[in-house]
């Protein structure tokens, strides 16, 4: 199983920013998705953030953090970067970085989507409020 150490989140005042960070290890299939999804207070399922390819450093986004949220990934490091600005407080939240890992590479977006993540973080809190 992958591991996923996070780093990052806070408390931020509505239109700030915040970076959260992600190393993994312990990859085995050649094709993954690293990034993130959260947990809002009160909300019983989860709802996936972002992420970014190892093979091509692809993105997809959720529609509610497009043009707001960055993803990036230095493959190096197998470390992923999540650059929150604009901040809402709709965006208070618990986020986990995850990854899935898979033998053909088109599936993963699709995965990601239906939130089958083969591996997950702890989690950081992210609160925006002022």
């Known amino acids: 199983q992958v591991q996923l150490v996070e780093s990052g989140g806070g408390l931020a005042q509505p239109g700030g920013s915040l970076r959260l960070s992600c190393s993994a290890s312990?990859?085995?299939?050649?094709?993954?998705?690293l990034g993130w999804f959260r947990q809002a207070p009160g909300k019983e399922s989860g709802e996936a953030v972002s992420?970014?390819?190892?093979?091509?450093?692809?993105?997809w986004y959720a529609e509610s953090v497009k043009g707001r949220f960055i993803i990036s990934r230095d493959s190096a490091k197998n470390t992923v970067y999540l650059q929150m600005n604009s901040l809402k407080p709709e965006d208070t939240a618990v986020y986990y970085c995850?990854?899935?890992?898979?033998?053909?590479?088109?599936?993963?977006?699709?995965?990601?989507?239906?939130?089958?993540?083969?591996?997950r973080g702890q989690g950081t809190q992210v609160t925006v409020s002022s």
């Open positions: 312990g990859f085995t299939f050649p094709y993954n998705c």
């Open positions: 995850a990854t899935i890992e898979t033998p053909v590479e088109n599936t993963l977006f699709r995965l990601w989507q239906l939130a089958r993540y083969d591996s």
């Open positions: 992420c970014i390819r190892n093979s091509d450093s692809g993105t």
